[in-house]
């Protein structure tokens, strides 16, 4: 008699993590006390809220709330500053789990003061956020290839440790090529897509109101009904980067079923925000069963079976 062991273990830019689920930089991985409950949950990392380089208090409230299939959220980057986020990787080392830092600068100066400094630090990944939607006045750095050159320059041969973007969604093939040559053009080992479809607008019809306080309503939207967009990027990245750069799949994962469609589109891990906000840490668990229950019955024994093979009709 033997076992089958099924393996849903990953590595990203050589970094080892113990499952193919992980959180997401955005709700709940601001504070100390955050990551921790991250930590010693089935979140196979411990990604950090993206950080600026003075702390923010982020924008007036109401800024999140959930929708009937996802949430909205004009959250504007409530964060400790970076130096604080330099500080928590050794304390967090009894975890054993790999630790991803997000920087998300308001100029080129602030990205690349940042990236060096975590590139000093204790992180073993650096995703850098190119796609915060919900600065009042300041476009998304990833919607404009310019921008994101120069800051592509500035931070890719800052230290050793991988870099990734974390990318906004596009949604005409020419945008995604643009940005896949610059991803190869420079020293990424990863990209992160989706962050939250930006810009969106909920009006609450008693009140005739936006439900979101900041920039008049505009905010961004996540969760299940995004997911179509967020798999789309995977795959049409997955496609243009030809397993050259790694992706973390994001948006709208609720269920193991989830996951594995991303692992079909060709994503390399998959991070959740949304779920994790509304259900709180133990989703990791949950959601990382499922899938492996998947596998199983489907009778894959290792994610790599199934990575990028979507079949077509
Ligand atoms: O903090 C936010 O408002 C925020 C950020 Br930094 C981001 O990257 N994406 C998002 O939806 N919200």
Not at 90 to 104: D, E, F, G, H, T
Not at 135 to 162: C, H, T, V
Not at 208 to 220: D, N, V, Y
Request: hydrophobic letters at 40%; one cysteine or more.
């Amino acid at each position: 008699m033997y076992f089958i062991i099924m393996e849903t273990k990953t590595k990203i830019a050589g970094v080892e993590f113990g499952s193919y689920v992980l959180n997401a930089s955005g709700p709940d991985c601001s504070t100390l006390e955050e990551l921790k409950v991250i930590g010693g949950s089935g979140s196979s990392a411990i990604m950090m809220k993206s950080s600026t380089i003075e702390p923010r208090q982020g924008n007036e409230e109401p800024r999140y709330a959930k929708l009937l299939s996802g949430s909205i959220q004009c959250m504007g980057l409530p964060n400790l500053g970076y130096q604080e986020y330099i500080k928590f990787p050794i304390q967090l080392q009894k975890y054993n789990k790999p630790i991803i830092a997000s920087v998300a600068g308001l100029c080129v100066e602030d990205y690349k003061k940042m990236v060096k400094a975590f590139q000093d630090s204790e992180v073993d990944l650096i995703e850098v956020n190119l796609s915060c939607p919900n600065l009042e006045g300041k476009p998304q750095a990833a919607y404009d290839f310019k921008q994101s050159e120069e800051i592509l320059k500035a931070i890719s041969d800052l230290g050793n440790k991988p870099i990734g973007l974390k990318l906004p969604p596009y949604y005409d093939f020419a945008h995604t090529k643009q940005m896949a040559e610059l991803i190869k053009k420079y020293n990424v080992s990863f990209v992160t897509c989706i962050n939250s479809v930006g810009n969106v607008l909920v009006i609450d019809p008693e009140t005739e109101t936006p439900i979101i306080k900041p920039k008049k309503g505009f905010a961004g939207l996540g969760g299940s009904c995004i997911k179509p967009i967020a798999l789309a990027n995977v795959r049409k990245f997955y496609e243009l980067l030809k397993g050259e750069v790694q992706i973390f799949g994001v948006g709208g994962i609720e269920s193991g079923a989830d996951v594995f469609e991303f692992l079909l589109a060709g994503a390399d891990a998959v991070q959740v925000a949304t779920t994790f906000k509304e259900e709180g840490a133990t989703c990791f668990e949950r959601i990382n069963k499922e899938f492996e229950e998947i596998m199983k019955r489907k009778n894959y024994n290792s994610i790599d079976e199934v990575k990028g093979n979507l079949k077509f009709l």
